[in-house]
Nanobody, 121 residues
Framework: QVQLVESGGGWVQAGGSLRLSCAASGAIFSIRAMGWYRQATGEQRELVARIMIGGTTDYADSVKGRFTISRDNIKNTIYLQMNSLKPEDTAVYYC???????????????WGQGTQVTVSS
C-alpha cells in the first residue's frame, strides 16, 4: 500500500514563508508526477504546482515567482517552498502522486490527507 504523508502547514502573516513536505511510502517502483493542489473554503480544488520524475515543473499562474516545487526521487519526497504568501493562498493543501507504479501494477492517483495553510493580512 502506498500512502502520502504531508507536513509543514500552519499560520503565517502575509509576506511570510512556509515550506510543505510530502513523502510517499510503501512499495513504490516509480512515480511519474507529484504535486500540490489546494482547496479554499467553498472553492474547487486547484493545481498549485507539479513536478515530473524528470524534473519538469508546472505552476498555477497565481503562484509563479513565489512558490518553488522540488523533488527528491530517491526519497520519493516533494517540497513546496512558499514565499511572499498572500491571504488568498489560504487553503487546505493536498499532496498528489500520479502514475504510481507499485510492481506489478499501476495505481490510481493517490492523495494525502491535506494540511492547512492560513495566511493572515
Amino acid at each position: 500500500q502506498v500512502q502520502l504523508v504531508e507536513s509543514g502547514g500552519g499560520w503565517v502573516q502575509a509576506g511570510g514563508s512556509l515550506r510543505l513536505s510530502c513523502a510517499a511510502s510503501g512499495a513504490i517502483f516509480s512515480i511519474r508526477a507529484m504535486g500540490w493542489y489546494r482547496q479554499a473554503t467553498g472553492e474547487q480544488r486547484e493545481l498549485v504546482a507539479r513536478i515530473m520524475i524528470g524534473g519538469t515543473t508546472d505552476y498555477a499562474d497565481s503562484v509563479k515567482g513565489r512558490f518553488t516545487i522540488s523533488r527528491d526521487n530517491i526519497k520519493n519526497t516533494i517540497y513546496l517552498q512558499m514565499n511572499s504568501l498572500k491571504p488568498e493562498d489560504t487553503a487546505v493543501y493536498y499532496c498528489n502522486a500520479a502514475g504510481v507504479r507499485s510492481l506489478p501494477i499501476s495505481l490510481p492517483d493517490i492523495w494525502g490527507q491535506g494540511t492547512q495553510v492560513t495566511v493572515s493580512s
